[in-house]
């Protein structure tokens, strides 16, 4: 399955953004997706979860509450909605698939799949 992750850019803090992710090759109904953020200088960590069809999901201790991770197997495509967003939120942010599901896929060594990364600058 490719992934294409897009949407970022460069938004103030308290701002809004949602990022999608396309996927091809493959149906993504049977996948488990999550989205993960590399900042600079930085590991990629994981950010948030959302299981095959759509009905558990799951997100890092510092975005709980302001993103939201979603899918429409129908389109092939996950979002991830980021409100109230903070420059610590800066970063290269990654899509990436993992076939099945997997209820603790925090780590990137579950997801074997990964699209590029679409940047986001949060200015204070």
């Known amino acids: 399955v490719q992934l294409q992750a897009s949407g970022g850019g460069l938004v103030q803090a308290g701002d809004s953004l949602r990022l999608s992710c396309g996927a091809s090759g493959r149906t993504i109904d049977t996948y488990t997706m999550g989205w993960f953020h590399r900042a600079a200088g930085k590991d990629r960590d994981f950010v948030a979860t959302i299981s095959p069809g759509g009905g558990s999901t799951d997100y890092a201790d510092s975005v709980k509450g302001r993103f939201t991770i979603s899918r429409d197997n129908a389109k092939n495509m996950v979002y991830l909605q980021m409100n109230s967003l903070e420059p610590d939120d800066s970063a290269v942010y990654y899509c990436?698939?993992?076939?099945?599901?997997?209820?603790?896929?925090?780590?990137?060594?579950?997801?074997?799949?990964w699209g590029q990364g679409t940047l986001v600058t949060v200015s204070s």
């Open positions: 990436a698939a993992r076939l099945g599901y997997s209820r603790s896929a925090y780590h990137t060594k579950y997801y074997p799949y």
